[in-house]
């Protein structure tokens, strides 16, 4: 790969920063206020013994909790015993209710035309070494960034910064532009602008992308193209590929994405196509995301 192909693909990788500093390092969130939610919204509700239900608050009387389960069981708790009400997004299946992927900008890193929603944060850390957070500022707009945790080299320690817009943001149809801009790389300013249209469901739908390499005051690069596609298979696990087409070569990933509440946890391979030996690497990512 030549330098410009090795630094957009390092680019590529590194402006899924959008999301993460440590999960652990941010203070828990109050539980929401306890009151009748209106009819459509869907609520998990989590109990001091760990008992966790999704359904809808219907009623609150005297230190007592009524919750109607998605199923139609009718349970009445003490207010005491309600740790948390959160509302929650998904549908029901012929497997249960499946709750949305709470990472959805985000493939294996390259991102989607999808919004983060305003207040919403991502935490994540890319390949163990790379952290990134990105913020909600409004519904259609974020920005976030990050740095390597560890960094070999005499210069300045490299950052970057991810700002994102989405221009349209209906129900199966997402588009987004942004940027991957990183300071400190040898000594210069580079990054990628990028488009990105996402077509489907949270659980089914393809996202191509278009992305322009480019440094400060030089002409830019050619453009990359990425393809990428996920689809969810069990209620905690979805199928993900991101591939991309460079000038003189392209890289091909696939692998899987395991949800588990407020966590999301990529498992891939990935592998350069158009150079002489065969290479493949192991990608590992983790996303935690909070309101």
């Known amino acids: 790969m030549t330098r410009q192909l090795a630094l957009t693909s390092l680019l590529l990788a590194l402006a ?11 203070p828990a969130s109050p539980a929401p206020a306890i009151a009748v939610a209106p009819d459509g919204v869907t609520q998990e509700l989590r109990l001091r013994d760990g008992t966790t239900v999704v359904g809808r608050i219907t009623a609150v009387d005297g230190g007592q909790v ?11 708790v003490a207010v ?9 997004g998904g549908r029901d ?3 249960g209710f499946w709750k949305d992927d709470p990472n959805p900008t985000r493939l294996f890193f390259g991102p989607t035309g999808r919004p983060l929603a305003k207040g919403a944060v991502y935490l994540g850390v890319y390949e163990v070494v790379m952290p990134f957070v990105q913020v909600g500022i409004t519904d259609r707009l974020s920005v976030g960034g990050g740095t ?5 080299g005499s210069g300045d320690r490299p950052y970057w910064f991810t700002p994102k817009y989405t221009l ?4 199966r149809t997402q588009v987004a532009v942004g940027a991957m801009h990183m300071l400190n790389l040898d000594d210069e300013s580079v990054g990628i602008a990028y488009g990105a249209v996402t077509r489907g469901s949270r659980d089914s739908a393809v996202t191509v992308g278009v992305g322009v390499a480019y440094e400060r005051f030089e002409d830019a690069s050619p453009p990359v193209v990425m393809l990428g596609a996920e689809h969810r298979v069990r209620r905690n696990l979805k199928l993900m590929t991101e591939n991309y087409l ?20 990529d498992l891939a391979l990935a592998a350069p196509v158009g150079v002489d030996d065969l290479v493949v690497f192991p990608m590992v990512n983790f996303v935690w995301t909070f309101q």
Do not use: K, M, N, Y
């Open 246 to 265: 460079f000038d003189q070569g392209g890289l091909v990933s696939a692998g899987v994405r395991f949800l588990t509440g407020r966590l999301s946890a």
């Open 66 to 76: 009524t919750f109607v389960t998605r199923g139609g069981a009718t349970l009445t």
């Open 80 to 88: 005491a015993d309600v740790v948390a009400v959160t509302s929650v």
């Open 148 to 152: 390597p945790l560890v960094f070999f």
């Open 16 to 26: 899924a920063a959008s999301s993460f500093t440590s999960a652990h390092a941010q």
């Open 168 to 171: 349209v943001a209906r129900e």
């Open 93 to 95: 299946t012929g497997r």
